[in-house]
């Protein structure tokens, strides 16, 4: 279904016009803001001038911080009781696959969802780097991809968060399909190939990502990413086509309708998720529903639904 | 990851409609989202520090600025400081701010 020229144009017009007065109201409310905060505490000012930092960029401060802390292995998020057992991780994988603990009757998805117990804090957030590496080996072992936290020295600005409904992207000028997002991707019209199993990640808040352009654009364009669902143990492979969500919606990924619907069902629309990369070289991993329990554990068989 | 330590009370999905809506680029969806982002964090640090008695400003500061994203040990010093849990006043505030910030999109 497409719409005659003239009727596209006019819309087009009145929203850029929409967005143009939305962006004014917008600024000057938070002039207001920073006035109202600065105005009653003035020695809020001079502290963050004091450290040369800018209030409305502690994003970046936060994600800087962040990403020091997992390097350096900090528990900052783990509440102490999974912190004492965090040394143990490295074994669980080892014994998730022994025969002597794992009844054969155990599928690779129930696998899954018994190491998720184990290995990820009771709330939804940040991991550390020995949960992911042994996530990573989980994946590899019961999941059959080869998935990272840190490909080629990049990491996500999340792992392990709630994931939302997107709409589906433009493929071309005129696309017009039911549940369709008003603007493009964030590389413009997504090919038909990467438009059905795509994932939304908050490349915005990386925080070298204004200052390592344009290689992490290039990078993580259409980057290939398996998302697993902590609570039913679903698993796809996707790829990033668009950036967001914005921070303040409780989400931190997106996913196609086909990505939603494969994940929780055709009624899903937010649930946490982990997010990995693909490790993919020779560009041999389709996109799509992994259907591991037809997988073997030695990871060298991938069948595809 | 980028993570501030009042994220768990904001969810402004109506306003995240609005700007998808209303934002033709990707360019222009990030500057709609930084700018909400902006208000709400000078927001939250006033009513927080309204809530703080003044001899305790510095060192939440020192606080913030040492673990912006650590809801935990920042809400349990803000309780400590402030006498009560401030985390459902907080949580209307911004609901009155996320009421107020949609006004703007008509």
């Not at chain 1, 450290?51 to 962040?66: G, T, V």
């Not at chain 1, 009844?103 to 184990?118: D, G, N």
């Not at chain 2, 709609?32 to 927080?48: M, N, Q």
């Given at each position: 279904m497409t719409q005659p020229a003239s009727k596209s144009y006019r819309r087009f017009e009145e929203e850029k016009v929409q967005a143009e007065f939305v962006r004014n109201k917008l600024k000057l409310r938070s002039l207001e803001a920073k006035q109202s905060l600065f105005g009653k505490y003035p020695h809020v000012e001079k502290f963050f001038a004091d450290r040369n930092l800018d209030l409305s960029k502690i994003r970046e401060h936060s994600a800087k911080i962040?990403?020091?802390g997992a390097l350096t292995g900090s528990l900052l998020f783990t509440p102490p009781l999974l912190a004492v057992k965090?040394?143990?991780l490295a074994n669980i994988v080892k014994s998730l696959s022994d025969f002597e603990v794992k009844p054969p009757e155990t599928s690779p998805q129930e696998t899954i969802l018994s190491s998720f117990m184990q290995i990820l804090p009771q709330k939804v957030g940040p991991l550390d780097r020995t949960q992911?590496?042994?996530?990573?080996?989980v994946f590899k072992e019961n999941i059959g991809i080869n998935a990272k936290a840190t490909l080629e020295g990049e990491h996500l600005n999340s792992t392990y968060g709630y994931i939302g409904a997107e709409q589906h992207l433009a493929r071309f000028p005129g696309d017009?399909?039911?549940?369709?997002?008003?603007?493009?991707?964030?590389?413009?019209?997504v090919p038909a190939d990467n438009e059905k199993w795509y994932a939304v990640v908050q490349t915005l808040y990386l925080p070298d990502w204004n200052s390592r352009q344009p290689f992490l654009q290039n990078w993580y364009k259409y980057r290939k990413v398996l998302i697993v669902n902590t609570m039913n143990g679903?698993?796809?492979?996707?790829d990033i086509a668009d950036a967001g969500p914005a921070a303040w919606?409780?989400?931190?990924?997106?996913?196609?309708?086909?990505?939603?619907d494969y994940l929780g069902g055709p009624r899903y629309k937010k649930g946490p998720v982990i997010m990995f990369f693909v490790d993919d070289p020779n560009n041999q991993v389709p996109l799509g529903p992994v259907d591991y329990n037809k997988v073997d554990a030695s990871g060298l068989t991938l069948v595809q639904t | 990851m980028s993570k501030l330590f009042f994220d768990h009370l904001i969810v402004f999905e109506e306003i995240e409609r609005k700007i998808k809506k209303t934002a033709s680029s990707k360019e222009e969806r990030e500057e709609l989202w930084g700018l909400i982002d902006e208000v709400t964090t000078h927001k939250v640090l006033e009513k927080v520090l309204d809530k703080l008695p003044r001899a305790h400003h510095e060192e939440f500061l020192e606080l913030f600025h040492k673990c912006p994203h650590d809801e935990i040990t920042i809400f349990a010093y803000l309780k400590d400081k402030a006498g009560k849990s401030i985390?459902?006043?907080?949580?209307?505030d911004l609901k009155n701010?996320?009421?107020d910030l949609l006004k703007l999109f008509g």
């Amino acid at each position: 279904m497409t719409q005659p020229a003239s009727k596209s144009y006019r819309r087009f017009e009145e929203e850029k016009v929409q967005a143009e007065f939305v962006r004014n109201k917008l600024k000057l409310r938070s002039l207001e803001a920073k006035q109202s905060l600065f105005g009653k505490y003035p020695h809020v000012e001079k502290f963050f001038a004091d450290r040369n930092l800018d209030l409305s960029k502690i994003r970046e401060h936060s994600a800087k911080i962040i990403t020091a802390g997992a390097l350096t292995g900090s528990l900052l998020f783990t509440p102490p009781l999974l912190a004492v057992k965090v040394p143990a991780l490295a074994n669980i994988v080892k014994s998730l696959s022994d025969f002597e603990v794992k009844p054969p009757e155990t599928s690779p998805q129930e696998t899954i969802l018994s190491s998720f117990m184990q290995i990820l804090p009771q709330k939804v957030g940040p991991l550390d780097r020995t949960q992911e590496k042994t996530l990573e080996q989980v994946f590899k072992e019961n999941i059959g991809i080869n998935a990272k936290a840190t490909l080629e020295g990049e990491h996500l600005n999340s792992t392990y968060g709630y994931i939302g409904a997107e709409q589906h992207l433009a493929r071309f000028p005129g696309d017009n399909v039911y549940d369709m997002a008003p603007g493009l991707g964030a590389w413009g019209y997504v090919p038909a190939d990467n438009e059905k199993w795509y994932a939304v990640v908050q490349t915005l808040y990386l925080p070298d990502w204004n200052s390592r352009q344009p290689f992490l654009q290039n990078w993580y364009k259409y980057r290939k990413v398996l998302i697993v669902n902590t609570m039913n143990g679903n698993a796809i492979v996707a790829d990033i086509a668009d950036a967001g969500p914005a921070a303040w919606t409780g989400k931190q990924f997106g996913g196609s309708p086909e990505v939603m619907d494969y994940l929780g069902g055709p009624r899903y629309k937010k649930g946490p998720v982990i997010m990995f990369f693909v490790d993919d070289p020779n560009n041999q991993v389709p996109l799509g529903p992994v259907d591991y329990n037809k997988v073997d554990a030695s990871g060298l068989t991938l069948v595809q639904t | 990851m980028s993570k501030l330590f009042f994220d768990h009370l904001i969810v402004f999905e109506e306003i995240e409609r609005k700007i998808k809506k209303t934002a033709s680029s990707k360019e222009e969806r990030e500057e709609l989202w930084g700018l909400i982002d902006e208000v709400t964090t000078h927001k939250v640090l006033e009513k927080v520090l309204d809530k703080l008695p003044r001899a305790h400003h510095e060192e939440f500061l020192e606080l913030f600025h040492k673990c912006p994203h650590d809801e935990i040990t920042i809400f349990a010093y803000l309780k400590d400081k402030a006498g009560k849990s401030i985390e459902d006043d907080l949580k209307r505030d911004l609901k009155n701010l996320e009421k107020d910030l949609l006004k703007l999109f008509g």
